[in-house]
């Protein structure tokens, strides 16, 4: 590929990432004249943060008798204890030692202690009536050298929190990889190196053969497009690698991986529900013109369907120009069987919306992003809008493959500005926002979407990757000073409502 071609492919990639993935937003937007540069923005004025409680439109039994309540966490947000017990140094371990890319300064060695609070936040989860909850394995605390030997203290943790789980009859939601290589894995190339595939999938053998008689409900990857496009494209997560040279290939060893997995489940974890997450955001045109909606087919190509489709034996999207091109000279023979897994459910993981238009900006892409602060819209505390129909939208768009059996939202949440008062937190924004993608969820339910499921993302605050700890999208407070924990208004919204 020609120079110019890369930095089109390139700049594009960096546009809708840095416009449209959750975990990086910073509260900032994308400087089109300068690739990956942002400057601030101020987005309390636009904050969607209605004062008073609303009537639900809805009910529990509405969604049906077994539809699956729960919250949803990950080891590296939450557990600390970063070198206890033999685990060695995942990439975002590594990541946060660098100067300047954590928002904050802070780092993930305490996080919110997990690791050894896990019995008093589980109890919170029962307080709040949900029964299914959602976390990750850190594979360096299992196998701290990626491969080959097993850190016993490390399965034993794993052993006694699902053990703690099942005996208070809340189910375990386990997802396999939720960011956190080993470094000793990134220091051979990470996910740019084909051999992923073989190192993840023994990775995922151990872990399903360890816990698969006691956990039946698996997730292969969370959001492959945040952890590719953020860690191997913009460097702005770790491992930190920028350029199409390092996102091309880790897209398609993701691919393979997430597909792998999905077997290695489905072999050694009988009765196993194996699904994968993604985020994925609906993308709207500007304006009602062929130009605008050309350029939103072309951004929900990447955002939404780079990775689902190949998993469902539809290859890459073939609208995407030279990146398709690129992406398919990765393919190996056999890589296309291989891409292809049938999962029995898929995780939506939806946030926000974004709107596309047509702009000469970069030719032969001609794609922009128009960014919140630019329409005036309802956001969070990181510029994100809050847009509920767009949740809908996702789920109608997800459910409409051939072959996607069951769809369960595996996250969904907000981040306010929240005040610990008189050991309370008044957080009615969040629970408006709950309320008002539920009703999205319910929507696309009674329309025949086959959604089984919601977790809230989080079940405590947490470190929020390089935003550090500011945002807190949690249903319970945590004073990091003191670890103490605070249920919100939120989490006693949900225990009334379950109840």
């Known amino acids: 590929m020609d120079r110019q071609n890369w930095l ?40 969607a943060m209605p004062q008073s409680r609303i009537q639900v439109p809805f009910h529990k039994a509405d969604f049906g008798p077994d539809f699956c309540w729960g919250a949803a966490s990950a080891a590296f947000q939450t557990e600390g204890a970063h070198e206890a017990d033999g685990k060695s140094h995942s990439i975002w371990d590594t990541f946060t030692q660098r100067p300047g890319k954590i928002k904050t300064g802070e780092h993930a060695q305490v996080a919110t202690d997990f690791y050894r609070r896990y019995p008093e936040d589980l109890a919170l989860l029962q307080q709040m009536n949900m029964q299914h909850f959602r976390f990750s394995l850190a594979w360096s605390r299992l196998m701290p050298k990626g491969i080959g030997a ?53 990775y995922a053998d151990f872990a399903t053969r360890a816990f698969g008689d006691r956990v039946k409900q698996w997730m292969v990857l969370n959001e492959p497009m945040s952890f590719v496009g953020l860690g191997y494209q913009m460097g702005l997560h770790a491992p930190g690698r920028r350029g199409l040279h390092n996102f091309v290939p880790a897209a398609h060893h993701t691919v393979l991986a997430q597909a792998e997995g999905g077997r290695i489940v489905r ?16 993308v709207s045109p500007h304006r009602d013109t062929p130009a605008d909606q050309l350029a939103a087919a072309k951004m929900d190509a990447l955002v939404n369907r780079l ?23 990765q393919i190996r023979p056999g890589d296309e069987a291989n891409m292809a897994f049938a999962f029995d459910f898929i995780g939506v993981q939806n946030y926000f919306r974004l709107v596309a238009k047509h702009s000469w900006w970069l030719p032969g892409l001609l794609v922009e992003e128009v960014p919140a602060k630019k329409r005036g819209v309802p956001v969070n505390e990181m510029g994100m809008e809050v847009h509920p129909e767009g949740m809908y939208e996702m789920l109608k768009q997800f459910g409409s493959y051939n072959g996607i059996k069951k769809i369960v939202v595996t996250e969904n949440g907000v981040c306010y500005p929240d005040r610990l008062h008189n050991n309370a937190v008044n957080d009615q924004g969040r629970i408006q926002f709950f309320q008002d993608y539920l009703v999205q969820v319910r929507r696309a339910k009674l329309e025949g979407v086959p959604v089984e499921g919601y977790f809230a993302w989080s079940l405590t605050d947490n470190f929020e990757w390089s935003e550090g700890y500011h945002p807190r999208f949690g249903l319970v407070y945590v004073d990091y000073a003191t670890q103490q924990r605070y249920l919100k208004d939120s989490g006693r919204w949900f225990a009334d409502f379950l109840a």
């Open 150 to 202: 097993v850190n016993a203290k490390g399965v034993d943790h794993y052993n006694r929190l699902i053990d703690h789980c099942l005996a208070n009859g809340v189910t375990p939601w386990v997802t396999l990889y939720h960011w956190d290589l080993p470094q000793v894995l990134e220091d051979k190339g990470g996910w740019t190196n084909r051999d992923i595939v073989n190192w993840f999938g023994e």
């Open 307 to 329: 990775f689902i489709e190949p998993a469902l034996g539809m290859g890459y999207p073939q609208n995407l120009g030279i990146l398709t091109r690129h992406l398919e000279k």
């Open 267 to 282: 072999r050694n974890v009988p009765g196993a529900e194996i699904g994968t997450t993604y985020s994925c955001s609906h």
């Open 8 to 47: 089109q492919i390139s700049s594009l990639l960096g546009s809708w990432l840095l416009a449209g993935q959750k975990l990086f937003a910073e509260s900032a937007v994308f400087n089109e004249a300068s690739l990956g540069q942002v400057r601030p923005e101020k987005v309390s004025d636009r904050l």
